[in-house]
T-cell receptor
Framework: AQTVTQSQPEMSVQEAETVTLSCTYD???????LFWYKQPPSRQMILVIR??????QNATENRFSVNFQKAAKSFSLKISDSQLGDTAMYFC???????????????FGTGTLLAVQP | SQTIHQWPATLVQPVGSPLSLECTVE??????LYWYRQAAGRGLQLLFY??????ISSEVPQNLSASRPQDRQFILSSKKLLLSDSGFYLC????????????FGEGSRLTVL
């Protein structure tokens, strides 16, 4: 069974600084997808960034980028120029790739609570 | 555009009472639908998912059940709530096909007393 581990329950960063959130996973599959989701206080969970395992290039979305190390099964999220609005719970998630009739089930880590300090 | 609605937002129920949480999706057809439970320090646990009307898969044995009476409606139920059913429940949807993003509702906080 696949598992996702986020070893940092809480982190803090100063506004405008850079912070990296860690995530490791365990799977015997070769094809899969990895996600970072953001859950702001009292707000809906939204997708931050998505990585396809067969792509070696790291995904980027504006100030958000990942460091995907497939051999090490590591998928860290880097937030550059942190803003107050980045304060949220961040979840790393794994999705198996199933050709035909994909159920798109997400397996989540326990989350990292990020506080951006002014 | 697609939207997802989930209600009620907050619910306080006594032990042994029934439960019904509802979720509807608008703006898409034949979505995959999911119920997750979020507990402090434990991330999100997938409870049920559905790939079509009347098709329900359960991920963990529990006191809850799910139903999908219409294409874009997903209901989480219990006949008799337990204290351990307290938590934050999230409904989500995705389009079919591998790697599709999940879109989440705003959640329902259930407290069982």
């Amino acid at each position: 069974a696949q598992t996702v581990t986020q070893s940092q329950p809480e982190m803090s960063v100063q506004e405008a600084e850079t912070v990296t959130l860690s995530c490791t996973y365990d799977t015997s599959e070769n094809n899969y997808y990895l996600f970072w989701y953001k859950q702001p206080p009292s707000r809906q969970m939204i997708l931050v960034i998505r990585q396809e395992a067969y792509k070696q290039q790291n995904a980027t979305e504006n100030r958000f980028s990942v460091n995907f190390q497939k051999a090490a099964k590591s998928f860290s999220l880097k937030i550059s120029d942190s803003q107050l609005g980045d304060t949220a719970m961040y979840f790393c998630a794994f999705m198996n790739s199933q050709m035909g009739g994909a159920t798109n089930k997400l397996i989540f880590g326990t989350g990292t609570l990020l506080a951006v300090q002014p | 555009s697609q939207t997802i609605h989930q209600w009620p937002a907050t619910l306080v129920q006594p032990v042994g009472s029934p439960l019904s949480l509802e979720c509807t999706v608008e703006g898409t057809s034949n979505p995959n639908l999911y119920w997750y439970r979020q507990a402090a320090g434990r991330g999100l646990q997938l409870l049920f998912y559905s790939v079509g009307i009347g098709q329900i898969s359960s991920e963990v044995p529990q006191n809850l059940s799910a139903s999908r009476p219409q294409d874009r409606q997903f209901i989480l139920s219990s006949k008799k709530l337990l204290l351990s059913d307290s938590g934050f429940y999230l409904c989500a949807w995705s389009v079919g096909g591998p790697g599709g993003e999940l879109f989440f509702g705003e959640g329902s906080r259930l407290t069982v007393l």
